[in-house]
């Protein structure tokens, strides 16, 4: 059974530092790797997909890298700004055919100070 | 905009009624997703649709049931509600292509006494 784990849990860095938020899987044949923000109260917001035979994706400052062989994946964020405090949640999806369920993590939660 | 909302955003019940929360997706999505989140816990997945009139149960299944009659919809219902079922009910949706990125609905606080 897949287990997505996220390190660390809560995260608190002063506005202008550059982060990483890990995110592990057990097994490593995965489909695709998502990343998520959620605001307190909200739904979730997709913000980078990383297919399997891709190694990285950029969003604006965001960043996310994948390194499938050895089950882990990293959310770099540049120059951080109290907007980017949030939860963020990394999910991945299985490999098996016409499987299209995803196994999420926890997540980081993710504090900004002015 | 095509979007994905859900009904009611917020609803408190007794034990042992039936309750409904409604998805509904306006991007033609073949797949639809009901996920809970609970603290210590994070998202586990109740029930999924890969299509009408298909359906599938999740890790966390039991007490809760959906039901797919057009592709826009994908009701959840607890049977007879238990408070072990208080959580946000989130609904998700994406093609059923290789990209498959899922979008999510704002939540469901359901609370039962």
């Known amino acids: 059974k897949q287990e997505v784990t996220q390190i660390p849990a809560a995260l608190s860095v002063p506005e202008g530092e550059n982060l990483v938020l890990n995110c592990s899987f057990t097994d490593s044949a995965i489909y695709n790797l998502q990343w998520f923000r959620q605001d307190p109260g909200k739904g979730l917001t997709s913000l980078l997909l990383i297919q399997s035979s891709q190694r990285e994706q950029t969003s604006g400052r965001l960043n996310a890298s994948l390194d499938k062989s050895s089950g882990r994946s990293t959310l770099y964020i540049a120059a951080s700004q109290p907007g980017d405090s949030a939860t963020y949640l990394c999910a991945v999806r299985g490999s098996g055919a016409g499987s299209y369920q995803l196994t999420f993590g926890k997540g980081t939660k993710l504090s900004v100070i002015p | 905009d095509a979007e994905i909302t859900q009904s009611p955003r917020h609803k408190i019940t007794e034990t042992g009624r039936q309750v409904t929360l409604a998805c509904h997706q306006t991007?033609?999505?073949?797949?639809m997703f009901w996920y809970r989140q609970d603290l210590g816990h994070g998202l586990r997945l109740i029930h999924y649709s890969y299509g009408v009139q298909d359906t599938n149960k999740g890790e966390v299944s039991d007490g809760y049931s959906v039901s797919r009659s057009n592709t826009e919809d994908l009701p959840l219902t607890l049977e007879s509600a238990a408070s072990s079922q208080t959580s946000v009910y989130f609904c998700a949706s994406s093609f059923g292509t290789r990209r498959n990125e899922q979008f999510f609905g704002p939540g469901t606080r359901l609370t039962v006494l």
């Open positions: 991007w033609n999505h073949n797949n």
